[in-house]
């Protein structure tokens, strides 16, 4: 076992410095071909012998003398695999991974021109925080026509990858993919009818609250009706949040922020600063997104952004160094399998760390003012993101559930569904083509699939931790740790116990939780 464990380490980092490389230049052709590499040559053969050693393990008579508190986890993994290992699917999972990058290449092309700039759709996103109106639909327009110049070449790419997931799904003895990938993300102690409770939570519960954010923020622009453009704007007279200028700036500032709430926090991007870990900045030909990876053997992982100056770019290196500082407290677990820990854990300990740090935003703000103004953005962040989970997880649903599918009837369904967790605050008329496809804007439908819920899940685990840490900063900490210092060793439940969490996602107790966060806006 701890033979495989090594092996898998340097693989795994392996191909992730080929993937992360690749994503930070996108036009660098010989990036793309050693990512191609290693997803066609080499890992298909790693995941047959991956295959034969998961099966001498469990046949093992020494097997069952393992503890099985230590164990449980890490060998139901194993049995999973085992469960989803067919050899015919070993070529498309290696095409699927090199397709699936292709939606970063075509969006890390994507430019506008604002005011005789080059901008990234990235970077040209600022200009919706701009008091003047007339520019902010301006740019809302062009970011929107930019995405539809290559809405057929992704809506392709989108239906290929979907009738080679079905194919998986299929080839592994599964009615579709959702069921299929359930499994493979080792969602063991929810369902798919749990997932559609918490559609159920967030059109009752959550979707009042973000009418409430809107309708406020009409008032306060003074419009007659808000349109999309407006939702990021602040009245006239009021510039936008500007936290930072460069990216070193940006680091600094949550250097100091993180030291703050732990300093051990801060530690683990200091190291990673010294090991050229972070890369920060928006610009062209790097794709879109943000992100933490994991380097399973040295250690320390990697963060990828784009940040552009503007208040989401703080949020999300906090976000992705709360990943980064879930990866520094696994990296002393003796296997490598105890480090996969479930998602929605891992989702947990970036959210988390978002709203712990919003006590400590000093550090980016030294205007009063300002300041409250970024804890309510932060606020209704944490309540507007919950439709589009919801739209982004129940459209996933349909979607895999009903494989041969027209573009109309995909277009129809998205539409559906977008309507269902859309305020009725926003006027979208005449928008209607750029709604059609919005969806294409979603890097996870096309990189990893059904990966989207976890958010949501992993929302509620957050603002359940910041109630803590709201009575007892210390106690909060400690639990957060001690759940995060397990990895992958406990069920999710259980990782959830730790961190002295409810697992639910009830509408009952959904309300409980957005009742805190609507107090906590109301205080500000």
């Known amino acids: 076992m701890k033979d495989m464990s090594e092996l898998e380490a340097v693989l795994s980092e392996d ?6 490389r690749m994503t930070c230049d996108t036009e660098n052709k010989e990036l793309e071909n050693a990512f191609t590499f290693f997803m066609m040559e080499i890992q298909p053969h790693i995941q047959s012998y991956a295959d034969k050693l998961n099966r001498k393990l469990v046949e093992n008579p020494f097997a069952k003398e393992l503890n099985a508190d230590k164990y449980f986890t890490y060998l139901r993994n194993i049995k999973k695999s085992i ?135 009409r008032k306060k622009l003074n419009l007659e009706t808000l ?42 991007l200091k190291q990673m600063q010294k090991m050229n870990r972070l890369d920060l900045e928006s610009r062209k030909g790097k794709a879109p997104g943000g992100y933490n990876c994991p380097l399973p053997e040295t250690g320390a992982p990697f963060i990828f952004m784009n940040a552009a100056g503007q208040m989401g770019d703080v949020t999300t290196i906090i976000h992705e160094g709360g ?30 760390m978002e709203l712990f740090s919003m006590d400590y935003w000093d550090a980016f703000f030294d205007n009063k003012e300002e300041l409250k103004r970024a804890k309510e953005y932060q606020l209704e962040r944490v309540i507007t993101i919950f439709p589009w989970i919801a739209t982004i997880d129940k459209f996933q649903h349909w979607v895999y559930e009903n494989p041969n599918h027209t573009d109309a ?39 990893v699939p059904f990966y989207y819920i976890e958010y949501g899940i992993a929302q509620l685990g957050a603002i359940g931790l910041w109630m803590q840490f709201k009575k007892d900063k210390r106690a909060a900490l400690h639990n957060y740790v001690r759940a995060l210092s397990l990895g992958g060793t406990k069920t999710l439940p259980q990782l959830f116990e730790t961190a002295g969490l409810k697992f639910d996602f009830s509408p009952g107790y959904v309300s409980d939780l957005m009742s805190f966060v609507h107090d906590e806006m109301s205080s500000l």
């Open 83 to 217: 469960e989803l290992f067919r050899e015919e699917n070993l070529p498309l999972i290696s095409e699927l991974s090199v397709m699936a990058q292709q939606y970063g290449v075509i969006a890390g092309k994507m430019t506008v021109h604002v005011e005789g700039r080059e901008y990234t759709l990235q970077q040209a996103a600022k200009f919706l925080e701009n008091p003047n109106r007339q520019l902010r639909e301006e740019v809302y327009r062009k970011i929107s026509e930019r995405r539809l110049q290559d809405r057929d070449e992704l809506n392709k790419l989108f239906s290929a990858l979907v009738q080679k997931r079905d194919l998986v799904a299929r080839n592994a003895g599964f009615p579709n993919y959702g069921a299929y990938r359930f499994k493979e993300l080792g969602r063991f102690d929810y369902t798919r009818e749990d997932s559609f409770q918490f559609h159920e939570a967030v059109k009752q519960h959550i979707m009042p609250l973000v009418d409430e954010i809107f309708e406020k923020k």
């Open 409 to 447: 009837e995909r277009m129809s369904s998205w539409m559906n569904i977008l309507s269902e967790f859309s305020s009725s605050r926003i006027n979208f008329t005449g928008l209607e083509l750029y709604r059609k496809y919005s969806w294409e804007r979603q890097l996870h439908l096309y990189e």
């Open 15 to 20: 191909a992730n410095w080929r993937q992360i």
């Open 323 to 352: 990943h980064a500082v879930h990866s520094f407290l696994t990296h002393s677990l003796e296997l490598t399998g105890f480090k996969e820990y479930p998602m929605e854990i891992a989702e947990v300990a970036s959210m988390s």
């Open 227 to 268: 349109r999309p453009w407006d939702v990021e704007a602040e009245p006239d007279g009021i510039a936008p949040l500007t936290p930072f200028k460069t990216g070193d700036e940006l680091l600094q500032k949550t250097l100091h922020c993180l030291n703050e709430i732990e300093p051990f926090f801060a530690d683990c």
